[in-house]
């Protein structure tokens, strides 16, 4: 390939999944011989600039509020929007790509311009997919209600951008995740935990991204896993902005006298005890060797670690994709979803007074009980081994070009 195309990546950064992503296909395709670069938001860029020089700082819907997962602020100023915009063609204009990426990004459906436009993103994001996040199929007024909560949301945010659209002569979608879509869509997951039969056309299944670097971080573990003492892995995400639920998962890990290892973020915590070790990052490769169950909040990288390694996951789910991932889990019989009676709409601070401690020492204990009989999990392993995932996304950027 010749080593004149550009390829330019912009991954939301309001997650570092997605950002593990971007670095993970900027490796690839510079193996290929594309140069590569990489736009995250300017609070974000001198971290990801540490791992690819090429990187280039814009603005970020979700900057201004922090916060990680949609909501009504990231879209309730207009002007901001078209600053977001503005700020990626700035970009596009110095490093003239050849191909545009976008994960999880409404903003390069924008601005890029008569630019080849690959999309990547989770199923159960986008428009066609007829699932109400954190619900099973059979109608319930939750259900309903959430279903019509998205509807508003979704088409509010895309008004958002009609300005932005407007001034470079085009029409307002419907709904704000038609943003999503590219020339060419690529989803990070898997049929079988996916959960979805078919796909329209130009969609294509890649199978999970994930980024090798992780590994060569975070302390070793202590513990192997020795089939006697029943070792259990925190992968905390964001519980840890939740203090009263963290605090009830450690402590009906540890009254069952349950070993327990805990990431506790970047800027988490550190401490040991007999039966307790908790540090900032733990590496993905070191840990799941050791863990007989994972406790995690769902997300899907740390979801298909967690399958990779053959380990059950018990999905605590603070946000509504989330949710939908513990089902998907659960439905492959590959662990458990605890699920909060509320409606799911990506704050924390809701699921404070529902979590049910009693409930959720019982599901512990149960999977405890029957850690060998959540028969998917060798069979989804296996499938993964096979995934040809990065053969998969080169195959379709070439295409592209």
Known sequence: MPADKRILIFPNSNTLSHVSRALSFCKWLTDEGYET????????????????PRCHGILELWEPSGKPFPSPAWFSDS???????????????????????????F????????????????????????SVLGFDEQETPERS??????RIFWTFAAKSFGQSL????????VSALELLLGDVNCIYEIPEIAGIDSLPPSHHYIGPVVWEGWDDIGEKVPWRRDGKSFTVYLNSGTLMKSEQTMTAIINECLVRGFRLLMSSGDKGPSWSTERLYCRPFLAPSEVLR?????????????????????????VIPMQPEQATNGINIARSECGEVYRHNVVFIGDAE???HPFDQKRFGQLLETMNRN?????????????LAGTATRERFVAIVKGMM
């Open 371 to 383: 850690n060998a009989g959540y028969g998917g999990l060798q069979r989804i392993s296996e499938l």
């Open 145 to 150: 209600e959430q279903e019509k909560l998205f």
């Open 37 to 52: 670069h990489i736009g995250v938001s300017n609070s974000r860029k001198s971290w990801v600039k540490g791992f690819w």
């Open 166 to 173: 407007e001034k470079r002569h085009r029409d307002v979608p």
């Open 79 to 105: 002007a901001y929007c078209e600053a977001c915009v503005t700020s990626q063609e700035a970009v596009i204009d110095r490093v003239r790509p050849d191909c545009i990426v976008g994960i999880f990004d």
């Open 107 to 130: 903003v390069s459906g924008i601005s890029r311009i008569r630019i080849p436009h690959l999309s990547v993103n989770g199923a159960c994001m986008l428009p066609w997919n007829g």
């Open 350 to 352: 809701r699921y404070h």
């Open 290 to 314: 050791r863990a007989d169950l994972v406790v995690c909040t769902g997300g899907v990288g740390a979801c298909y670690m967690n399958l990779k390694f053959g380990v059950p996951s018990l």
